[in-house]
């Protein structure tokens, strides 16, 4: 069975960041890495952290995703791609 993508927004109060980091997706990801333990725990239970921007290749080209989790409770991989800016057609698929 294939399952969609699913989108989740998330209020990350606990990184204190400012409202406005537009376009800095790695303030973001510093951020999380940072907080790592209370990310975790906002994402739920059986979550464990795999990689920072990990490359996925394909025959053509290299993608690189901003942060790679596992969930052994639903045994799959959850990968995030980190947006700050509005979130465009190209960006969900």
């Known amino acids: 069975m ?3 993508n699913l ?3 998330h ?7 400012p409202e406005n980091i537009e376009g800095k997706e790695s303030v973001l990801e510093t951020a999380l890495i940072n907080n790592l333990q209370k990310f975790l725990l906002e994402l739920g ?4 952290f795999v990689a920072r921007q990990f490359r996925i290749s ?3 080209d290299h993608f690189y995703a901003d942060l790679v989790f596992y969930n052994y409770l639903l045994k799959c991989f959850v990968v995030i791609d980190l947006k700050t800016t509005k979130l465009s057609h190209a960006d969900i698929g």
Do not use: N
């Open 45 to 48: 239970k059986g979550f464990s």
């Open 58 to 60: 394909t025959e053509t």
């Open 11 to 17: 209020i990350l109060e606990f990184l204190d960041l």
């Open 2 to 4: 294939i399952q969609k």
């Open 7 to 9: 989108l989740k927004l």
